[in-house]
């Protein structure tokens, strides 16, 4: 079994300050863990993802996220935030023995001028 | 090579019509998954398929839905007499190969409105 908890479900930093979206998880196997991200209206983009290499992982756009096995978390940081980091961000584990990935609820980011 | 499509894009059904939906997988990728977004909610895993073979439709409702991804043509979504409940953007991703470290790739998805 496996699960994702998105602990933030609305984030708010101002332009040119860190942003930090919070996920935990849980899960009974060695998981693949990814970060995507939804604009309004559109589809999902991969961020970045986490496979057992690198514990910590850097993606597109300046994000990266670090893999915590003892705390079981993937947080999503980005040193400095831009208006078009505005979107929903949406953690995902994924199980090894099948093809289903489970999806948290969402971060919804705004960011302020 | 085109990324994962999905027509179309916007759907408008009255209730008790049927809606097909359609997602073509990127090009070399067998797996076909999918996703449906409620409004103001996440992703919900829906169905997972191979060629001519649904391998888990865990999350598919019990009536009115079905999946089928044949071994020509595109992966179909089908929703029998819909209601408004099944309004919602319904995301179709594809991979590859089924290994947890392959990325799912996502359509633009399609945006039903049931009326």
């Known amino acids: 079994a496996q699960s994702v908890t998105q602990l933030d479900s609305h984030v708010s930093v101002s332009e040119g300050t860190p942003v930090l979206l919070r996920c935990n998880y849980s899960?009974?196997?060695?998981?693949?863990l990814f970060w995507y991200v939804q604009h309004p209206n559109k589809g999902l983009q991969l961020l970045l993802k986490?496979?057992?290499?690198?514990?910590l992982v850097k993606g597109i756009n300046g994000f990266e996220a670090e893999f915590k096995k003892s705390e079981t978390s993937f947080h999503l940081t980005k040193p400095s935030a831009h208006m078009s980091d505005a979107a929903e961000y949406f953690c995902?584990?994924?199980?090894?023995?099948?093809?289903?990935?489970?999806f948290g609820d969402g971060t919804t980011l705004t960011v302020k001028p | 090579n085109a990324g994962v499509m999905q027509n179309p894009r916007h759907l408008v059904r009255r209730r008790g019509q049927e809606a097909r939906l359609r997602c073509s997988p990127m090009?070399?990728?067998?797996?076909v998954y999918w996703y449906r977004q409620l409004p103001e909610e996440g992703l919900k895993f829906m169905v997972y398929?191979?060629?001519?073979?649904?391998?888990?439709e865990s999350g598919m409702p019990k009536e009115r839905f079905s999946a089928e991804f044949p071994k020509e043509g595109p992966s179909i979504l089908r929703i029998q007499q819909v209601v408004r409940g099944d309004s919602a953007a319904y995301f179709c991703?594809?991979?590859?190969?089924?290994?947890?470290?392959?990325?799912?790739?996502f359509g633009p998805g399609t945006r039903l409105l049931v009326l």
């Open positions: 090009k070399g990728h067998s797996h």
């Open positions: 991703a594809s991979s590859p190969a089924t290994l947890s470290q392959e990325t799912q790739y």
């Open positions: 398929l191979q060629k001519e073979n649904i391998i888990d």
């Open positions: 899960s009974s196997y060695s998981p693949s």
């Open positions: 995902v584990v994924s199980d090894p023995n099948a093809g289903k990935s489970t």
């Open positions: 986490y496979t057992s290499a690198a514990t």
